[in-house]
């Protein structure tokens, strides 16, 4: 029985093959942002304080489209458990034209940026510091979002040694970009948060050609019409934006409440803003994998229904809940026992006097995230199961109601209204996420997931019996 769990279809062995280069992949993505994080916290305080709202504001805006587009992911899972692999390319394509329309929109938001941040009450320095990061952002959207497409069609092949170089790539591009343009080193000019936001729209340039040129290969174009499939489809274009807008403003609503937070957390000052800033980062090192794992789950509940075998799907879902579950319950005691291993890579070159009043909270913030991360593990994959299968509506609407009732209003009547402090915030949204984590897992415990599906049925067609001719039979097409 054990060998089945590691060895058997839907075991461990099976989920690692997939996840594990997706978790490398996202942690990369994390340690771009934690280093680019970095660097901004040594090159002045109002950097940091800026980055983290103005980055989610900006992520919040082309998330929408990002979640539309990498649903693609499911689409080819489903289609490629079901052999029809002619119809992966189409699904990409459609999920291109996604990312063409989604990034014009999130480019004009542009010119707004000035009257955004100057809604939210922060102090005029970092105002100005987080209206250039977004605009910088935003108009490197397009590139974004095209990639999570080109990238979805490789995870849902469960080709994702693919996904994870590319992204290795891309961060070490990113990484070099902003030593260069943050402070000005090898004879660039020094541009601070302006840099930083160059440097990432770079990366993610080399991420969308580096996908391109490997897809139009023509063993792909071969096998999954991935330069033949290139025309708009009306029908399949209106059943990815059907099941992906779901995915998408799910993933839009959920950056959003937290971005609202991190708005909110503002209104307090600098010091906490920073700190709430740092906690988050360094939550994201240890979280990021997991949509690793997410992904891949999503993928084998794709692949295995298209195979019509939701048990094991239902096994796949399990190994990788286990899996995850004991890396952030070992993550979050290194959170309680060992917090300077993380604190400290963002004191180095920081103003040591200015830089103990962030620590100080930092420490406590942590706390706060050690609880909320092991319940998270239960939102990130039974969410993406239920996804992984087409039940998109359900998660946003609870994101929707449950990110108004426990986060946002909450956090907003307790710091704005009452004036509680940064500490009522922080307990809202660790709320937040453990009410999810118990919706998205008695979700998936009442099994609806497991008769839904994205693709569509295969036409029966008539054909002739070849021994009598005057008989026909059905035959499905291919």
Known sequence: M??????GRGGFREVLKIALPLAVSSGSWSVQHFVDRMFLTWYSPESIAAAMPAGMLSFTITSI???????????????????????????LWQGIYVALIGGLIVAATIPFADSIFGMFGHP??????????????NLGAAPVIAAAALSAFFSGLGRTLIVMWVNVAMTAINIVFDYILIFGNLGAPEMGIKGAAIATVIAQIFNFVAYF????????????????GWMFEKELFA??????VPSGVQFFLDMLGFTAFIMIMGRLGTIPLAATNIAFNINTIAF??????GIAISVLVGQYLGRGRPDIAQRSVYSGFIMTFGYMSAIALMYVVFPEIFIAPFAVRSDPEYFARIRELTLVLLKFVAVYSVFDTMNIIFASAIKGAGDTRFVMYMIVL???????VPSYVAIVVFGYGIMAGWTAASLYVIVLGFVFLFRFLGGRWKTMRVIEEQAPVAVMCPERPECPAIELEP
């Open 213 to 228: 040129v490997i897809i139009v290969k023509p063993s792909y174009n071969r096998e999954f019409h991935t330069l033949k």
């Open 239 to 244: 059943r990815l934006v059907r099941f992906g």
């Open 65 to 91: 489209f990002i979640g539309t587009a990498s649903y693609v992911s499911t689409f080819v899972a489903q289609y490629f458990g079901a052999q029809r692999n002619t119809r992966v390319g189409p699904a």
């Open 124 to 137: 005029e320095k970092i105002r100005a510091e987080e209206a250039v990061y977004f605009q910088y952002l």
């Open 288 to 293: 990021m994998p997991m949509i690793g794992f």
């Open 402 to 408: 449950v990110s108004a009732l426990v986060l946002v």
């Open 2 to 7: 054990a060998g089945d769990k590691w060895n």
